[in-house]
């Protein structure tokens, strides 16, 4: 078996239309398909760059910080300071770090799913 490239992210959210306004017009990803049902996906981007959001059933339970589980997804960005406006622009929060080959920037999703976009120095 031969891995070829992460076709897409599966999130469950809370608000599906919510969400989807947001990846949409924060991270300005297209949305592909309009489902007819919950339990189908709405894909936002293309593959290997794409999301698809369900409508949650039930709430998610809290976690310990640092505990097991998802912790976030880490997006390539050519101009992370023109991602830093982009973010201000929209009123979106985040947190700056620098990894010494990479900065970086950590922000919430509508549902607190943690999302960081990176740019390699």
């Known amino acids: ?6 076709d897409h992210v599966s999130l469950n959210v809370t608000d599906r239309a919510r969400s989807v306004a ?10 592909r398909n309009q489902p007819t049902a919950d339990d189908e996906p709405v894909f936002l981007g293309d593959p290997g ?14 976690r310990e910080p640092e505990s097991a589980g998802f912790r976030h997804v880490a997006l390539v960005v050519d101009d992370l300071g023109e991602a830093q406006e982009h973010l201000r622009a929209h009123e979106i929060r985040f947190n700056y770090e620098d ?6 920037v950590y922000f919430r999703d509508p549902d607190g799913h943690t999302i960081e976009l990176t740019m390699y120095v």
């Open 1 to 6: 078996m031969q891995l070829q490239r992460l």
């Open 22 to 31: 947001w990846y949409r017009d924060v991270l300005g990803l297209p949305q």
């Open 49 to 62: 760059l794409q999301f698809g959001l369900f409508q949650a059933q039930s709430p998610a339970a809290e």
């Open 99 to 104: 990894h010494g080959n990479a900065r970086s």
